[in-house]
């Protein structure tokens, strides 16, 4: 079956701006995570949303990123006023449930660019 | 909170010759690990995971890793690497507890090329 979209593959934006970045799972799939990959930090949990549990918002590194999940399926990453440093891969993966021993399924990732 | 440690950034090999590439993870909880391979362009496949039993796993594409409480080690090989194999490999560490449940510690990856 299908596997996790992200879109939009690639982002650049100015410095400043806002953006939103989306996440289709796999359908079915109750558990969903966010995480970025940059060169200096390598892969980082930042958010992570289960059925209707309210969200482990523990890895976000600033109040200028949310993170929404509508209808227990699609998610959004919103990132407002964009810096530089949140240049990165920002990867998308959804599991069955989340536990521990559940593997996780990741998307392609968006590319996002701050110029 | 976790520590996942990939000792090597690269590892340049030759075709047809063995490989490992080398984990350590910090934890003083009960763990589950994985493997995860990430070619260009594209997201992370999971390769292999311990859960439980035996601490010898097998995954896709020959490889195989093993897991060592002892050495808290999770070492990833392959016997004999192909072109193919070329693509950046990451460890990651799960632990079996609460509000963390779930969520995936990664170590900074290892970029394995494979040379013809």
């Known amino acids: 079956g299908a596997g996790v979209s992200q879109s939009p593959s690639n982002k650049v934006t100015e410095k400043g701006k806002d953006v939103e970045l989306r996440c289709d799972p796999i359908?079915?799939?109750?558990?969903l995570y966010w995480y970025r990959q940059s060169l200096g930090q390598g892969l980082e949990f930042l958010i992570y949303f289960q059925g209707n549990s309210a969200p482990d918002k523990s890895g976000l590194p600033s109040d200028r990123f949310s993170a929404e999940r509508t209808g227990g399926s699609v998610s959004t990453l919103t990132i407002q006023r964009t810096q530089q440093e949140d240049s990165a891969v920002y990867l998308c993966?959804?599991?069955?449930?989340?536990?521990?021993?559940?593997?996780?399924?990741f998307g392609p990732g968006t590319r996002l660019t701050v110029t | 909170a976790q520590s996942v440690t990939q000792l090597d950034s690269q590892v340049p090999v030759f075709e047809e010759a063995p490989v490992e590439l080398r984990c350590n993870y910090s934890?003083?909880?009960?763990?589950?690990l994985f493997w995860y391979v990430q070619y260009p362009n594209q997201g992370l496949q999971l390769l292999l995971k311990y859960l439980s039993g035996s601490t010898l796993v097998k995954g896709i594409n020959g490889f195989e890793a093993e897991f060592n409480k002892s050495q808290t080690s999770f070492h990833l090989r392959k016997p004999s690497v192909h072109i193919s194999d070329t693509a950046e490999y990451f460890c990651a560490v799960s632990e079996n507890r609460g509000s963390t449940l779930g969520r995936l510690y990664f170590g900074r990856g290892t970029q394995l090329t494979v040379w013809p």
């Open positions: 934890s003083s909880v009960s763990v589950y």
């Open positions: 993966a959804s599991s069955i449930i989340s536990q521990a021993n559940y593997e996780q399924y």
């Open positions: 359908s079915g799939h109750t558990a």
